[in-house]
T-cell receptor
Framework: GQQLNQSPQSMFIQEGEDVSMNCTSS?????WLWYKQEPGEGPVLLIA?????ELTSNGRLTAQFGITRKDSFLNISASIPSDVGIYFC????????????FGTGTRLQVTL | SAVISQKPSRDICQRGTSLTIQCQVD?????MFWYRQQPGQSLTLIAT?????????ESGFVIDKFPISRPNLTFSTLTVSNMSPEDSSIYLC????????????????FGPGTRLTVL
């Protein structure tokens, strides 16, 4: 089956630093999504990407849909303590009844 | 957006027993989904629950182990049957949003999850 691998697995950064994480797939997706999950909560959608090469921002977050359609990147600028959580990428192919394939996750810790 | 609640929020169960998890949405939705998140792992889709028809299970998940009900457009249940310690996970329901433009993603909203521990 499809697998989405995220790196790094975890990150420990200081407040104010920028963060980069990526997600790679063994197969093509035509939609890429980035979610954040906090303890005791379900994932919350941060950014959705629909076109190869697309670069989309949501506040301090910027995500890109890779040209090959097999990867995506998420950057967080000027991190703050509330950025702590697990970030998941997810791939979707329209026509598959909205079945999301989630990545392995990147756990982000922000220190003051 | 949709507001989703799940009951129970957590439970500790004995092996061999069954637990039914409820998912309630504050609006009518066509599609509901059930996911499993094993400790420290990602989310894996168990099945798609459609009102008026049987659930569609993903590879590796069967109806006898995870029976699902969908009696109406705002409610679904997932039962974890004959539990073993390997079933210890967070179980999440999600619903697909409505009203998005064609060609865009219909956002899925997730419930807070049910944390299950099987002894």
């Amino acid at each position: 089956g499809q697998q989405l691998n995220q790196s790094p697995q975890s990150m420990f950064i200081q407040e104010g630093e920028d963060v980069s994480m990526n997600c790679t797939s063994s197969s093509i997706f035509n939609t890429w999504l980035w979610y954040k999950q906090e303890p005791g909560e379900g994932p919350v959608l941060l950014i959705a990407l629909y076109k190869a090469g697309e670069l989309t921002s949501n506040g301090r977050l910027t995500a890109q849909f890779g040209i090959t359609r097999k990867d995506s990147f998420l950057n967080i600028s000027a991190s703050i303590p509330s950025d702590v959580g697990i970030y998941f990428c997810a791939g979707l192919n329209t026509g598959t009844a909205s079945k999301l394939t989630f990545g392995t996750g990147t756990r982000l810790q922000v220190t003051l | 957006s949709a507001v989703i609640s799940q009951k129970p929020s957590r439970d500790i169960c004995q092996r061999g027993t069954s637990l039914t998890i409820q998912c309630q949405v504050d609006s009518q939705v066509t599609m509901m989904f059930w996911y499993r998140q094993q400790p420290g792992q990602s989310l894996t889709l168990i099945a798609t629950a459609n009102q008026g028809s049987e659930a569609t299970y993903e590879s590796g998940f069967v109806i006898d182990k995870f029976p699902i009900s969908r009696p109406n457009l705002t409610f679904s249940t997932l039962t974890v049957s004959n539990m073993s310690p390997e079933d210890s996970s967070i179980y999440l329901c999600s619903v697909e949003g409505i009203g998005k433009a064609a060609g865009s993603y219909n956002e899925q909203f997730f419930g807070p999850g049910t944390r299950l521990t099987v002894l």
